[in-house]
């Protein structure tokens, strides 16, 4: 999971379920996100392939899932 520009990579797995289990996204959200390469919440991008420029941002898992969260509820606000 990358920033729009893919100079950030928030979190990676091998495994979809990963996502949908430590992130909280729906399965058919991950996998519309992901075949059509648009962005979730407006900021995030799933992405199979490897951006290898990327800086890895040193989060922990809890504290990502909350910020998730808070960008949920301000993209439904919007």
């Known amino acids: 999971m990358y920033n729009r520009d ?3 990579l928030y979190y990676g797995s091998n495994r979809q379920s990963d996502f949908i289990n430590n992130l909280n996204i729906h399965h ?3 996998t519309k996100h992901i075949n059509n390469g648009t962005y979730y919440l407006g900021k995030y991008l799933f992405t199979r392939e ?3 420029t990327a800086k890895v941002l040193d989060i922990k898992l809890v504290d990502l899932t909350i910020k998730l969260e808070q960008d949920r509820v301000q993209f439904n606000k919007n």
């Open 6 to 8: 893919k100079s950030i």
């Open 50 to 52: 490897v951006e290898l």
């Open 28 to 30: 058919s959200t991950l």
